[in-house]
């Protein structure tokens, strides 16, 4: 989170309005679940339908890939809107699998805050871990709900101890579960002293609030067994006295996370953690940019691409692009400029994504994320301004970790291959380095599975059989230095050589020896992990 300054100016009533987040956890933490119940209370769905449910009504709204279907997971980052109460969210969600984890990073750039789901049996997994990092970089505020009480869970003051200790960060409870597993009954809202009662006969019901005076008010025996009150009473008091008390500013600057506990399957404590964002969420906030930082209250328009999705309709070959609009107020076929390439661009069809549906955006405000469709000329972390040469920064490319060679099923085929590879390098889904010496390409990943769903892709989307294949190549530098220096070296090591799909130039390396000798014989010349997303 940037600096906000004390004396900012109060956002228009219509930006205020907006909270732009992200869900994060490991996969299986019920994510995808929770995506739901919150489209359902939102109204943008009638029915939440269970991810691996049966027949179409029940499909996941959020997975839209046949594969994501197929397997119960979330592949790539979906963007939703939709209205709670006075507010309008703007939901991302991200892939859980770490497979995917570049998509999630630069999906955090583009969003205002982070819910973190975490399996009441499991505590704080890897991938949590990984993802809370990269929050912690941005000093995202985040909120934490605590799923599956309704299964057996651990005891709710070791979840928040592991919470604190491997995360480093203060947390305080908005809401105390009764009862575990087959005797979780609900919660008690800590914030509100309200009895929330979880109804375990219909899923999409939700629950009931009873109103009472704390935990002292005879009402309380009516609905809750007497061994569960007297346990509740002693453990909240216990809460009380050793946890911090909720401080907003806290949770704004990310130093404390709200935990509410809850089932999202029986879209029990969906409904609170949807308060507590509308709450203690951030308004939109300031992004960094070069020459200058960006405010949400400006009057000119700018948003930048953090995603690319190609061919989300498959019959259309379509590619839309992923905004999310740092400032103004955005008119449906306004004139922007494109900044890398300072042409400019009339956004005459934007749509924004109201669960899997989507509509021509009329208009959308800064906090808003909006799909633009075009036919390859944006790519992710480019900057769209009404004139200004604004480049927002800190969206990141990461070194594949796994390297392949990509050869067409029918040799005939190159050409289409060729295109096909550049359209999923451009969309963020695979590294595709062309080398200088000898025919193909190499093809890196992050994780193991997007090989499968690249072929599988490449396979439904163009109709082209692919053969991934070992490498010589285990991971990829990309190269910088004065161009002399950077000139010797490539005549000296032309077989390791290859160009990525912007044209820069990258070091492919077999072993860290080769990384070494680099370093030590080219002092001038750096080999980087890591590219700024800009041209």
Known sequence: MLDAAPNRPDLPPEIARRRTFAIISHPDAGKTTLTEKFLLYGGAIQMAGQVRAKGEARRTRSDFMKMEQDRGISVSASA???????????????????????????????????IMVIDGAKGV????????????LRDLPILTFCNKMDRESRDTFDIIDEIQENLAIDVTPASWPIGVGRDFLGCYDMLHDRLELMDRADRNKVAESIKINGLDDPKLAEHVPAHLLAQLREEVEMARALLPTLNPQSVLEGHMTPIWFGSAINSF????????????GPEPQPQQAIP???????????????????NMDPKHRDRVAFVRLASGHFKRGMKLTHVRTKKPMTVSSPVLF?????????????????????????????????????????????????????????PMKAKHLEKALMQFAEEGAAKVFKPSM????????????????????????????????????????????PKEAVDKFIAANKQHIAHDNDGDIVYLTRLQWDIDRIERDYPDVTLSATKEMMV
Request: glycine content about 10%; hydrophobic content about 40%; overall charge negative.
């Open 80 to 114: 939703m809107s939709f209205d709670f109460k006075t507010f309008r969210f703007n939901l991302v969600d991200t892939p859980g699998h770490s497979d995917f984890s570049e998509d999630t990073y630069r999906t955090l750039t583009a969003v205002d805050a982070a």
């Open 125 to 136: 997994e890897s991938q949590t871990r990984k993802l809370f990092e990269v929050c912690r």
């Open 269 to 280: 404590g969906v409904k609170e953690l949807m308060e507590g964002i509308a709450r203690y």
């Open 292 to 310: 200058r930082q960006i405010s949400p209250e400006e009057t000119k328009v700018s948003g930048f691409v953090f995603k690319v999705q190609a």
């Open 354 to 410: 109201l669960a899997s549906d989507r509509e021509l955006a009329e208009e959308a405000w800064a906090g808003d994320i909006i799909g633009i469709p075009n036919h390859g000329q944006l790519r992710i972390g480019d900057t769209l301004t009404e004139g200004e040469a604004l480049r927002v920064t800190g969206i990141p490319s990461f070194a594949p970790e796994l390297l392949q060679t990509a050869r067409a099923g029918d």
């Open 438 to 481: 000898g025919a193909g390409f190499v093809v890196g990943v992050v994780g193991a599975l997007q090989f499968e769903v690249l072929a599988s892709r490449i396979e439904l989307e163009y109709g082209l059989p692919v053969r991934f294949e070992t490498s010589q190549f285990t991971s990829a530098r990309w190269v910088n230095g």
